[in-house]
Nanobody, 124 residues
Framework: QVQLVESGGGLVQPGGSLTLSCAASGRIIRADSMGWYRQAPGKERELVATITSDGATNYRDSVKGRFTISRDNTKKTVYLTMNSLKPEDAAVYYC??????????????????WGQGTQVTVCS
C-alpha cells in the first residue's frame, strides 16, 4: 500500500518562508512525476508545481520565482520551498505522485496517489 505523508505546514507572516515535505512509502518501484497542489476555501484544487524523475520542473505563474520544488529520489521525497509568501498562498497543500508499486500478488501497479494535505496559513 502506497502512502504519501506531508509535513511542514503552519502559520507564517506575509513575506515569510516555509518548506513542505512529502515522503512516499510502500512497495515502490519507481516514482515518476511528483507535485504539489493547493486548495483554498471555496476554490478548486489547483496545480502549484511538478517535478519529473529527472528533475524537470513546472510552476503555476503566480508562484514562479518564489517557490521551488525539488526531490530526493533515494528518499522518495518531494519538497516545496516557499519564499515571499502572500496571503493568497494560504491553502491546504496536497502532495501528488505517479508511482509504480508492487501489489500483494507481486504485480506492477501504476497509480496516482495523494497525501492527506497540510495547512499553510499566511497572515499577520
Amino acid at each position: 500500500q502506497v502512502q504519501l505523508v506531508e509535513s511542514g505546514g503552519g502559520l507564517v507572516q506575509p513575506g515569510g518562508s516555509l518548506t513542505l515535505s512529502c515522503a512516499a512509502s510502500g512497495r515502490i518501484i519507481r516514482a515518476d512525476s511528483m507535485g504539489w497542489y493547493r486548495q483554498a476555501p471555496g476554490k478548486e484544487r489547483e496545480l502549484v508545481a511538478t517535478i519529473t524523475s529527472d528533475g524537470a520542473t513546472n510552476y503555476r505563474d503566480s508562484v514562479k520565482g518564489r517557490f521551488t520544488i525539488s526531490r530526493d529520489n533515494t528518499k522518495k521525497t518531494v519538497y516545496l520551498t516557499m519564499n515571499s509568501l502572500k496571503p493568497e498562498d494560504a491553502a491546504v497543500y496536497y502532495c501528488n505522485a505517479d508511482i509504480i508499486s508492487l501489489n500483494y500478488n507481486e504485480e506492477y501497479v501504476a497509480g496516482i496517489y495523494w497525501g492527506q494535505g497540510t495547512q499553510v496559513t499566511v497572515c499577520s
